[in-house]
């Protein structure tokens, strides 16, 4: 949809420096070439990935309509939730198994808790589906709930497969099998709501979901394909210890995704009823959660492009590194997050009247372009953070900052939604809670590459 002329001008500049960091990090590696070609694979990949997953979103927001949008937004905060334990913190434990044993032991293991782990989600979350709906305060999210749950083994295994490719240095299977995924259900989700223009609104808001099922188990079958032509799926049996330590090792990060998608969740249940209460109508309450979670934050994520890329391959780089390069390197991606950041909020601000009229027609919504404009920063330099703490094995430094940060934004978007302020009250409260998160995290990054500092002064 967006051409690279018409679309982001300061996206340039923001690649260029993660591609600095990419190198940076490289040089400092024995193994330096392959991170930068993997960090160039997965930048042009993610590129791809979220061009056509924008796409996608125009093409919800103008056949679904804002009120369905808005139904499938709040689905979707519950779907995140139930596939947090398979997708959180599988990838990096496996990844970092794979390349410390070089084997594919990680793979069958990690593949073998995936399908247990699904086994006692999905009866679950199936049976829960219409208490979860009702706390949502919408039972039009019953029928999206249950479209989705099906692919908590599917995203679960593509999880663990991708983890032990990035543990391979293999990034172009991964890449090509999350093409293929957005790529289908493009197209899945265009065919089903063209073809059936009559569906009442539940039925319109759980189409992605049908559309993801069948887009997610062509990729997983695409990446294995990719992987046996290559002679990279070896046959192992599933190791219990090793099913144990990738348990453990995930168990930080997996927490820490859970809490930001509980405060997702709790602020798409929230905010409705909190505009309802500041004088709003209901259905256009629902219909103002769509716009800000399924059009506004999709295009703020937009610079995670650049530092999505540089993260995934900087976070076993940095668990190689020591001392000075420890700190160099960190603040290479640091300063590469901050460029993206600041790009990113700038092209969002010129180009709000451009993206609210022309993208999505609705120009009421270039305000609150404006308005969270600040929130791509926030988003870029937390990512960064995360890199770091991830590659030093310290995920769980990041849980208090996370929770103050949740607390606060609840806190604020119970009191400001409410107010005149309506939706832009609720776009504040977040970047208020983001910011005391990224705060947090900073001291704990700090902290982290201090004392890393002091193990090694030499530099390793």
Avoid at 367 to 384: D, G, I, V
Wanted: proline share 6%; glycine share 12%; aromatic share 6%.
């Amino acid at each position: 949809m967006l051409k690279k002329s018409g679309g982001f001008p300061a996206a340039g500049g923001a690649e260029a420096a993660a591609g600095r960091a990419a190198r940076f990090i490289g040089g400092l590696l024995s193994k330096g070439q392959s991170v930068r070609r993997q960090a160039t694979v997965l930048t042009c990949a993610n590129g791809l990935v979220r061009a056509l997953g924008f796409a996608l979103h125009i093409l919800l927001s103008r056949l679904l309509g804002a009120e369905a949008l808005g139904v499938m937004e709040l689905s979707h905060s519950a779907h995140m939730l139930s596939i947090a334990p398979v997708t959180a913190g599988l990838p990096l434990a496996v990844s970092r198994l794979t390349a410390r044993r070089g084997d594919g032991a990680p793979l069958a293991s990690g593949r073998s808790l995936a399908l247990r782990i699904s086994a006692a989600l999905i009866p679950l979350w199936a049976l829960a589906a219409p208490f979860i709906a009702g706390l949502l305060g919408d039972g039009r999210t019953l029928l999206p709930l249950w479209a989705f749950t099906p692919c908590i083994a599917l995203l679960g295994l593509s999880a663990v497969y991708n983890g032990y490719c990035y543990g391979r240095g293999l990034a172009w299977p991964p890449a090509l099998g999350t093409l293929t995924e957005q790529g289908l259900r493009f197209l899945l989700s265009a065919a089903l709501l063209l073809s059936l223009p009559g569906l009442t609104v539940a039925a319109r808001a759980a189409v992605p979901g049908l559309a993801a099922l069948l887009a997610e188990g062509a990729a997983l079958l695409l990446t294995r394909r990719l992987l046996r032509r290559q002679n990279a799926l070896p046959r192992c049996a599933p190791e219990a210890g090793l099913r144990r330590e990738i348990l453990r090792l995930s168990l930080p990060l997996t927490a820490s995704r859970l809490l930001q998608t509980l405060l997702r969740a709790a602020l798409g249940a929230l905010l409705p009823r909190r505009l309802v209460a500041g004088g709003m109508s209901g259905p256009a309450a629902t219909a103002a959660l769509g716009m800000l979670q399924g059009m506004v934050l999709p295009v703020l994520f937009l610079p995670g492009i650049f530092t999505g890329a540089v993260g995934m391959v900087g976070a076993p780089a940095i668990a190689r590194l020591q001392g000075a390069r420890l700190r160099a390197a960190a603040g290479q991606l640091f300063a590469a997050s901050l460029a993206c950041g600041l790009a990113g909020w700038a092209a969002i601000r010129l180009l709000a009247g451009f993206l609210a009229g022309t993208l999505y027609h609705l120009p009421r919504l270039a305000p609150l372009f404006r308005a969270a404009a600040p929130l791509t920063l926030l988003f870029s330099l937390q990512q960064a953070a995360g890199t770091v703490l991830s590659g030093l094995g310290e995920q769980k430094r990041a849980l208090l900052p996370t929770v103050a940060g949740a607390a606060l934004t609840l806190y604020l978007t119970y009191h400001w939604a409410a107010s005149p302020l309506g939706v832009e009250g609720a776009v504040w409260a977040l970047m208020a809670g983001r910011a005391v998160s990224l705060l947090g995290e900073l001291a704990e990054v700090l902290r982290a590459t201090g004392s890393a500092g002091r193990a090694a002064p030499s530099g390793g």
